[in-house]
């Protein structure tokens, strides 16, 4: 469920929706399929389809172009790609997984999402593409392809790099005197204070949707619990949920909206919340790496914020009990139909996606960082990726997001727990019980 980050390369969201996937033939009980021929074609040729959740305006253009480019390289191909939005991706891959209508090639984040599909037999091995003993899976970072492994076999392609920070702005620390980022969540929360007295919100934050509250408790969960008990919590099989740490990771979460952050969070989207920091109104905010190059003059921030911006990872209590390296994150990636008829040439598109060229391509192009070596040797490249990719090397493993990495039922529960926390209306214990109630049921399914 969580993977280790010592071989990176140097240069190397989202609330769960129950897929309903005992209708596809077994559910969960299903062993993950064989791969279907995953061998490239002699004579490339025929349709594809392919969903993606890059819809936004920013992030479609560069999916289209490397459509376009293979359907140039291979003019008997005729790829059918289709992007929807983070939230209608959900929906509709539910619908279509139910429904046995999978596409060729279909987006998924890393942990039980992605489990979810290998467990019901409907994404293919790729063991023999992307494996680590194969031309491409050397070519990408070994903790990157890790994300997408089960029981030791490989199942989705790894298309970035992505890590949670506090994104700060440089002047309104400076106003606040401010010298240097916090190394403790007690030093953080000293911050705020300074913040305050200046005239920041010290953190802009939105959680209409959920998921960025969940980012926080993944992060205050790896801190405070022991990394082998979340790898047995995480796992649905085994999940209990009943060490204090959780709850001093819910604690620490309501302290730092008390003191940090703007009211009435949860009728605040987090594109509203950017806006307040990148407008100045806010000092910090807690973003995806993938999410940086809105803070560029490129991504159309003024001035103020796109030459004088740094990070820094959420910071631990100086009692933290877990792993106070890890770092919440993870790439998102692609899974191919197991039931596929067009297997190889599904592989041989999805090789084409991870080349050096088009990997530096998105690195340039959508400022996100690559899982492909040497793909952020281009021109132009901002100095803040750099330092994320120096940054993510340091880290002792992702923790990926709660919200994916956990059972459907469990990250359901604590969706909704930590929105009534967020809210005033639950205390951590109040959502903790709800976790450990979702998690004996997700026991009883699995088992």
Known sequence: MRFNLGKLPATALVGVATLGLAACGGGDSTAPASAPDLSAPADKSGTLSMVTKFADPQYAPYFESVVAEYEEENPKVDIKLEQVGDQPYKDKIRVLATANDLPDIYFSWAGDFANKFIRAGLAADLTSVLGPDTELGKQLAPAATKAFEYEGKNYGLPINLDGKYLAYSGAAFEKAGISQPPATLEEL???????????????????????????????????????????????????????????????????????????????????????????????????????????????????????????????????????????????????????????????????????????????????????????????????????????????????????????????????????????????????????????????????
């Open 189 to 447: 929360f000293e911050d705020c204070d300074k913040l305050k007295a200046a005239g920041y919100t010290p953190i802009a934050f939105g959680n209409q949707f959920g998921w960025p509250a969940l980012h926080y408790v993944t992060q205050l969960n790896a801190y405070n619990v022991p990394a082998d008990t979340l790898d047995k919590d995480y796992n649905p099989a085994t999940g209990e949920f009943t060490d204090p740490g959780y709850v001093k990771a819910l604690e620490q979460l309501k302290a730092l909206l008390d003191r940090c952050a703007n009211p009435d969070a949860n009728g605040l989207a987090h594109e509203a919340a950017q806006a307040n920091f990148i407008g100045g109104k806010a000092a910090m905010q807690y973003i995806e790496s993938l999410e940086f190059q809105v803070l560029t003059a490129d991504g159309g921030a003024p001035p103020t914020i796109a030459e004088d911006w740094s990070f820094f990872r959420l910071p631990p209590a100086s009692d933290a009990a877990g792993d106070t390296q890890a770092l919440t994150g993870a790439p998102d990636g692609f899974l191919v139909n197991a039931k596929t008829e067009q297997g190889g040439l599904a592989a041989d598109f999805l090789a084409f996606l991870a080349s050096k060229q088009n990997a530096q391509q998105m690195v340039q192009d959508l400022g996100w960082l690559s899982p492909v070596e040497g793909s952020t040797k281009v021109e132009g490249v901002y100095p803040q990726l750099t330092q994320t990719l120096q940054d993510m090397s340091k880290a002792s493993e992702f923790a990926i997001w709660l919200d994916t990495v956990t059972h459907a039922d469990v990250a359901s529960a604590y969706l909704a727990g930590v929105e009534g926390l967020v809210g005033g209306d639950n205390t951590p214990e109040d959502v903790m019980a709800s976790v450990q109630e979702a998690a004996a049921k997700a026991q009883e399914q699995t088992n």
